[in-house]
């Protein structure tokens, strides 16, 4: 597509509930990565896609939550168990190869825990 | 190891004045240096870039240039319109050096309110 589509733009969801955020990349980005902004600060990384495999995963903050990716386009961060402190901006972004060229990001994922 | 510090904000100006928004980093290779702009409700875009010693990023009216002996990347614009009203994340990509996709340091933001 032309530019990193997310879905949805707005998700409301009860504690405890496990929510599943996607991500449509750039067509022909093989790079795919995910961060969380929570309100009022800068962005935290919370993995990386090359392809469909996940060679960083050191930012997931617990075993709640996985990510995965389908050959080099769709991806979806999955949440389990949501806690109020995982609200906040998902964003996702994707880039034709590391780094280097900049990110593009997507609009994110405003996800509220009630 | 590669950070980023940015100056905190918020930062309110009236319109037409003139904006600097330091940024310095710190990087063991070669990094690259970005700038990228959050207006409300939307995503990050990138603004400029730079990706060398004294290289000079410019973007609608907004310049930083790449300076390797202070270790910073100043973001400035001569005029600021209440349209530039956003949050601006200085940001730096070490691909050299890095070994991880986590290529990207963010700075924590600048929230910036431009008034009439």
């Known amino acids: 597509g032309a530019g990193v589509s997310q879905s949805p733009s707005n998700k409301v969801t009860e504690k405890g509930k496990d929510v599943e955020l996607r991500c449509d990349p750039i067509s022909g980005h093989t790079a795919l990565y995910w961060y969380r902004q929570r309100l009022g600060q800068g962005l935290e990384f919370l993995i990386y896609f090359q392809g469909n495999s996940a060679p960083d995963k050191s930012g997931l903050p617990s075993d709640r939550f996985s990510a995965e990716r389908t050959g080099e386009s769709v991806s979806t961060l999955t949440i389990q168990r949501t806690q109020q402190e995982d609200s906040a901006v998902y964003l996702c972004?994707?880039?034709?190869?590391?780094?280097?060229?900049?990110?593009?990001f997507g609009s994110g994922t405003r996800l509220t825990v009630v | 190891g590669n950070s980023v510090t940015q100056m905190e904000g918020p930062v309110t100006l009236s319109e037409e004045a003139f904006l600097t928004i330091n940024c310095t980093y710190t990087a063991t290779g070669y990094p690259s240096l970005f700038w990228y702009v959050q207006y409300p409700g939307e995503g990050l875009q990138l603004l400029l870039k730079?990706?060398?010693?004294?290289d000079k990023g410019s973007n609608k009216g907004f310049e930083a240039t790449y300076r390797k002996e202070t270790t910073s990347f100043h973001l400035e614009k001569g005029s600021v319109q209440v349209s530039d009203s956003a949050v601006y994340f200085c940001?730096?990509?070490?691909?050299?050096?890095?070994?991880?996709?986590?290529?990207?340091?963010f700075g924590t933001g600048t929230s910036l309110t431009v008034i009439p």
């Open positions: 730079a990706t060398k010693a004294d």
């Open positions: 972004a994707s880039t034709p190869r590391q780094g280097h060229y900049g990110y593009t």
């Open positions: 940001a730096l990509s070490d691909i050299y050096t890095s070994n991880t996709g986590n290529q990207f340091y």
